[in-house]
């Protein structure tokens, strides 16, 4: 199970600085599909859920601790909030983003012909390598640079490999999931060295994702627009998003029903006065909650960068918007779905490095992940075999989508369907035969109920159920809940 902080509340262990660590060069370990499944029952899977969780539970609005019940005004933690006053860490953190966005001032874009991403990123990229031991000796914790270590080790061994894996390839001129993965490793190891200053439950937290997630997706959109950077390791149209994932977890919490310090993270309901989830296919209004929310936030930068009608480019986001059960439910369905998309892909962990922070042992409190559609999709290693890595930029073969696992439960069919959609809300999904008739006379999309595809919406909702169980014969409804039982605290003794 989890562990626990100095505090008694749960949360990421951070190291004993009293004891010497030995760091080591992160390499990579993921190889073939079945790697995949030896990341999920590893410390470092453990440790980067955990890391989600604990954040994740920080965005929901919450009541004071002094407040009294029947009086009690919930605080909201909007992006931009003066209610999240950020510390010194915290401001030096945000220097470094700047200083790579100064970065890209000064490397002109290449004018050349071109395909895809403007070759230029490349150029940035490589003055970001160069020079990052000096950007983070600069603006890191004092504290991290010199944890204590064992001679011929140091800390930025292990940190270098994630700051620079968080901003791109480039040899392949893209941006995805994956190195938005890599930049909440780099997060999550200041926060095992012990760079992020103690305060009340969840205020370093909000800090983390407002003073620090915030302002670097702000800096990965400049990156994508400036150098027309690539999605990597996309599903197409019926990805979540081409770009990124965790703003969405965020913004949804955002939007979630108050808690205490002390309550379990809801699964249903949502702040009062919060928008509707069908707001996002308004453009004017996506415009002006965008600066206040995550999930408006990335859904705002679609708008920025695709035309026509929204159910057509974004139809999983065009799903999500129909569900009735609240902004906790899709929070709920987001960390279920960042599960079984991002870190149960191959295509997306097969990049991440494993050293002492991120370990590839296995975790003592997990089993064997049981066998599913996604497992068995996977490349084996003979598979893998026949491919030359010697190509660093040939992407590799998209793998088949995994669809949303919001679906309430019910009895679950597998008839064979075309295509992959991800109807949130019950009975819901959406039909591009049936949408584009109705374009073409002028009518906006329907969901319609009862359709095969949320059927099998079904299915996938049970596989990624699955991927969460940490105990023979969990049921589903304590798979539904295990996710949740991470964020759950322990009274200090």
């Avoid at 793998?399 to 309430?408: K, L």
Wanted: include cysteine.
């Amino acid at each position: 199970m989890a562990s626990h902080l100095d505090s008694g509340l749960f949360g990421l262990k951070k190291l004993d600085g009293s004891v010497q660590h030995r760091f080591i060069v992160p390499v990579k370990k993921i190889n073939t599909g079945q790697d995949v499944s030896t990341f999920l029952v590893s410390r470092a899977y453990h440790d980067l859920m955990t890391f989600l969780m604990q954040l994740n539970k920080a965005m929901f609005p919450h009541y004071p601790e002094d407040s009294r019940s029947d009086q009690r005004t919930a605080q909201v933690f909007e992006t931009n909030t003066p209610l999240v006053s950020l510390s010194e860490t915290i401001l030096e953190l945000q220097g470094l983003l700047r200083a790579l966005g100064e970065i890209i001032d000064e490397i002109p874009l290449d004018t050349g012909p071109r395909r895809f991403g403007n070759v230029s990123f490349r150029k940035w990229h490589a003055h970001v390598e160069n020079r990052g031991d000096a950007l983070l000796h600069q603006f890191l914790p004092s504290q991290v640079c010199s944890f204590n270590h064992e001679p011929d080790s140091d800390p930025l061994l292990e940190l270098r490999a994630y700051f620079l894996g968080s901003f791109g390839s480039p040899q392949r001129l893209d941006y995805g999931t994956g190195h938005e993965l890599s930049f909440l490793a780099f997060l999550a190891c200041i926060w095992k060295l012990g760079g992020f200053p103690s305060s009340r439950p969840g205020g370093v937290e909000r800090e983390i994702v407002l003073g620090l997630i915030e302002p670097y997706l702000a800096l990965i959109r400049r990156l994508i627009l400036t150098y027309t950077l690539e999605p990597a390791g996309s599903h197409g149209v019926w990805g979540l998003d081409d770009h990124s994932f965790i703003p969405y977890v965020f913004g949804s919490a955002q939007y979630g029903p108050p808690i205490t310090d002390l309550d379990q993270v809801p699964t249903e309901g949502s702040l009062v006065g919060s928008p509707d989830p069908a707001s996002v296919t308004k453009a004017a209004f996506v415009e002006k909650e965008r600066t206040t929310n995550m999930y408006f936030g990335a859904i705002g930068f679609i708008y920025d960068v695709k035309k026509g009608p929204f159910w057509e480019h974004s139809p999983t986001l065009y799903d999500i918007s129909g569900v009735r059960a609240g902004w906790a439910k899709i929070n709920k369905g987001m960390v279920k779905m960042y599960n079984v998309e991002v870190l149960s892909k191959f295509p997306v962990v097969q990049h991440f490095p494993f050293g002492s922070l991120f370990s590839w042992d296995r975790d003592a409190d997990a089993i064997e992940p049981p066998t599913s559609v996604h497992s068995s999709s996977q490349p084996t290693r003979e598979s893998a075999a026949s491919v030359s890595i010697s190509s660093a930029s040939m992407r590799y073969p998209a793998q088949e989508g995994t669809q949303v696992p919001w679906a309430s439960s019910r009895t679950i069919h597998t008839e064979a369907i075309g295509g992959t959609q991800a109807p949130w809300a019950t009975g819901q999904s959406t039909s591009i035969a049936a949408n584009s008739k109705l374009v073409e006379a002028g009518s906006n999309p329907v969901r319609r109920a009862g359709s095969s595809s949320h059927r099998s919406i079904e299915t996938a909702a049970k596989h990624a159920n699955m991927l969460l169980m940490r105990s023979p014969g969990t049921s589903t409804s304590d798979t539904d809940s295990h996710i949740a039982s991470l964020l759950q605290p322990t009274k200090a003794p």
